[in-house]
């Protein structure tokens, strides 16, 4: 749906041609210089599991993994420290992690916004998120251009296309949330669907303020059953060589 300038979406009025370049160009810059800004850092990360039937009327709850995860110069390392709130000390058996999903700091944005993925845009209105009026857009990428990869197990992989939204400051283009639905999935990887969303918020390390994921989840479709993954993070700190961190006692935190 094209709308001219003046023309509301929503109630609002729809920002012209021009001012949404300028906004998806603040996004573009944004997502560029987004790693590189961010610190070094340690966080505790929390996946929820949930696994219900062909259709996703009843979800049974899975395990629940609490990992160490360190930031360290652009590179993610996560440590799964507890399974269920009880150590794993080197046991891995009794449990099983169905869906792995990686991307959330970082690699969404570059993904979307890189100038090489040629990712359309198209004006979606406003709304207001975490206490911030942002502009949203609609966005697809095609196959041709796409990095988004699905596998079952070791069977079968497939790079697809995806299309999602984006909620963004109009004037920063600081991102505060993205959904990214992948299409056209191939029959070989037995996947009818999967949808990730990322919320990010200000969160303070070192004296300074970033935008952190604070929260993600991913729903997967297969040709049997559906899989959710919810994801927390939290106990952000400044990762230092000597940082050690604890969980488990409900005052989980990095120690220097």
């Known amino acids: 749906m094209l709308l001219a300038a003046g023309m509301t979406l929503g109630g609002q009025e729809t920002p012209s041609q021009a001012e949404q370049d300028r906004m998806i160009s603040a996004m573009r810059d944004y997502a560029a210089d987004y790693t590189a800004k961010l610190p070094n850092f340690i966080c505790q990360e929390v996946v929820s599991q949930f696994e219900a039937g062909r259709k996703p009327t009843k979800w049974k709850q899975g395990d629940t993994l609490t990992s160490k995860l360190i930031y360290n110069n652009g590179k993610e390392e996560r440590t799964l420290l507890l399974v269920n709130d009880k150590s794993v000390d080197g046991n891995h058996r009794g449990w099983r992690r169905p869906l792995t999903t990686a991307g959330e700091f970082g690699l969404w944005l570059t993904n979307v916004f890189d100038p090489a993925t040629q990712t359309r845009f198209t004006w979606a209105g406003w709304e207001d998120l975490s206490g911030h009026h942002l502009a949203k857009f609609d966005y697809a990428v095609s196959q041709e251009h796409s990095t988004l990869s699905l596998s079952l197990s070791d069977l079968a992989t497939a790079v697809v296309a995806y299309h ?15 959904v990214t639905e992948a299409q056209d999935i191939p029959k070989a990887v037995r996947t009818r669907s999967s949808v990730t969303t990322i919320d990010y918020n200000a969160v303070p390390i070192g004296g300074k303020t970033y935008l952190l994921p604070v929260s993600a989840e991913v729903i997967m479709a297969t040709d049997t059953n559906h899989i959710r993954n919810e994801m927390r ?24």
């Open 233 to 256: 993070f939290e106990a952000y700190r400044k990762f230092e060589a000597e940082s050690t961190i604890s969980f488990g006692d409900g005052s989980a935190g990095p120690k220097q």
């Open 164 to 178: 999602g939204t984006v909620w963004a400051d109009p004037q920063t283009g600081d991102v505060w949330k993205i």
